[in-house]
């Protein structure tokens, strides 16, 4: 759960939190309607809200919110191909493992393209 203002990416008041469904029960509740799934979690999220009048609630359906497997290297590289991929699989399941996994794959392309 994630408090919009505390993380500095909004001032508005009345205040956005953010509550992210673990991977599991997201898989298992996917197909449930947009009221089925606040009913499920408004018990779980009373003790965060307190006595907070919500004035409104948006649900956002991620189908693939980050990788089912983490590949051992910061990027492939296929030179006869030309081809890379890089990403949040290769650097680790966040912003910054997707830009480490993005610098390493332009840093052998420019070594085998020999562009330094
Ligand atoms: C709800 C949520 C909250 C998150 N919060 C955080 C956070 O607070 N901090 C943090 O560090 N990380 C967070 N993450 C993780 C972070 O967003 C990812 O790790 C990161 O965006 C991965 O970057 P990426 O470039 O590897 O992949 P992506 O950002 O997924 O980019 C892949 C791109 O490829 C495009 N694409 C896919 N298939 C095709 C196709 N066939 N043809 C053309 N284009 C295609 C997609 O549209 C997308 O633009 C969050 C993720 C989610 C889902």
């Known amino acids: 759960m994630a408090d919009n203002v505390r993380k500095g990416i909004t001032q508005n008041v009345p205040a956005a939190v953010t509550f992210h469904l673990s991977r599991e029960y997201s898989a298992q509740h996917y197909g449930d309607s947009e009221e089925e799934l606040f009913a ?14 919500i004035v409104a609630q948006k649900l956002h359906r991620w189908r693939f919110s980050e990788p089912k497997a983490e590949f051992g290297q910061p990027c492939v590289w296929l030179p006869d191909m030309r081809v890379g991929f890089c990403g949040d699989a290769f650097g680790g399941p966040r912003v910054e493992g997707a830009a480490i996994s993005g610098l390493a794959m332009a840093r052998k392309v420019i070594e085998d393209l020999e562009l330094g």
């Open 40 to 53: 499920q979690m408004a018990a779980e999220m009373k003790p965060w809200l307190g006595d907070s009048k």
